[in-house]
């Protein structure tokens, strides 16, 4: 497995599972987070986005098409994935730019959700 594919799995896994992932490595490779404070500092905004407790402090996005591109049909595929949404509704979405996808997520989610998008060809952008 190559370094961007576990980037990948990282950038795909869970608050949860991103901390049972440190304590992992913490426990095999015998170091502490302070010392890979970048890589654990990172998750901290999204656990605060996402929580009731979150406070003035916590940043919230909001996840914008501007563009569904040449693969309109994958790009409402991912829509209505991230949704949970109704084809017909998130061809609306589509059809009506730009568009707001999700609000309201941690910048971790925001930058998934732009990652899926753009990988399905649109354009997107992330707004606070």
């Known amino acids: 497995m190559g370094k961007a594919e576990i ?3 990282i950038e795909n896994m869970t608050v949860k599972d991103l901390a049972d992932l440190v304590e992992m490595i913490e426990e095999r490779f015998n170091v502490s987070a302070a010392m890979m404070a970048p890589v654990a ?7 605060g986005g996402g929580a009731e407790g979150g406070g003035a402090e916590a940043e919230t996005y909001k ?3 501007t563009n569904p591109g040449q693969k309109k049909i994958q790009v409402i595929k991912e829509i209505k994935e991230i949704t949970g949404k109704g084809l017909k509704e998130c061809k609306e979405l589509v ?3 730009p568009a707001t996808i999700k609000e309201g997520v941690g910048p971790d989610e925001a930058a998934s959700l732009k990652e899926k998008l753009e990988a399905a060809g649109a354009e997107v952008e992330l707004k606070q």
Not at 41 to 47: C, F, I, K, L, W
């Open 41 to 47: 500092v990172a998750p901290a905004p999204g656990e």
């Open 63 to 65: 996840v914008l098409l």
């Open 7 to 9: 980037l990948q799995e």
């Open 95 to 97: 059809d009506n730019l």
